[in-house]
C-alpha cells in the first residue's frame, strides 16, 4: 500500500494523527472525514496542531497536514513492507490518511503494539494486495510518524 506510489493518484496532503475512541474504530472514518472536511473548507493549515473532540469525549483526535515535501521519510519507512496481516491486537492509537480535494481519500489505522495496520477508504485496495499489512520492523516508522506528530493531549488506549 505505497503512499509515495500513488504518483497517478493526485493526493494533496497527509494527515497524520493521534485517536482514541471508545467507540470502536467504524466511527474513526466518519469523524475523522468531519474533521477533514472542516479544516479543508478554510484551506489547508499545513503544521498547525488540530483537535478534535473535548477531554473525555468518545473519540479524540489530535494531528496535522503534512505537504509532500515535509514527509518524505516517514512516507519511505510506510513503504517498506507490505502485505496480508499476522495476529492483530489491533487497538491503533495513530493513523495517516491522504486527502484529495479536502476529501478523506484513504487511511490506515496503525497499532505500533502488534505492528500492523488496518487500511480503509476509496483507494485502499489500489495498488496492494491486502487491506491490511504488517508494518517495517524495527523502529524507523515509529520513530518517524511519532516525531512528525503533535503532541497527544489523551492517553492512549490500555
Avoid at 1 to 28: P, Q
Avoid at 42 to 61: D, E, H, T, V
Avoid at 62 to 89: I, Q
Avoid at 130 to 152: K, V, Y
Amino acid at each position: 500500500m505505497e503512499i509515495v506510489g500513488r504518483a497517478n493518484e493526485h493526493w494533496d496532503a497527509l494527515f497524520i494523527f493521534h485517536f482514541l475512541s471508545s467507540e470502536g474504530d467504524h466511527v474513526v472514518a466518519e469523524k475523522l472525514q468531519k474533521l477533514i472536511a472542516r479544516e479543508a473548507s478554510a484551506g489547508l493549515n499545513f503544521g498547525k496542531q488540530i483537535s478534535a473532540g473535548k477531554r473525555g469525549a468518545p473519540c479524540m483526535f489530535s494531528g496535522r497536514f503534512l505537504e509532500r515535501k515535509e514527509c518524505f521519510a516517514l512516507l519511505d519507512a510506510w513503504n517498506k513492507p507490505d502485505g496480508k496481516m499476522n495476529w492483530m491486537c489491533y487497538t491503533p492509537n495513530h493513523g495517516i490518511a491522504t486527502v484529495r480535494d479536502g476529501i478523506l481519500d484513504w487511511w490506515a489505522l496503525i497499532c505500533f503494539q502488534c505492528s500492523n495496520a488496518g487500511i480503509a477508504g476509496s483507494l485502499m485496495l489500489q495498488g496492494a494486495p491486502a487491506p491490511n499489512r504488517n508494518l517495517p520492523e524495527g523502529p524507523l516508522l515509529h520513530d518517524q510518524l511519532i516525531g512528525l506528530l503533535p503532541e497527544r493531549p489523551f492517553p492512549i488506549q490500555p
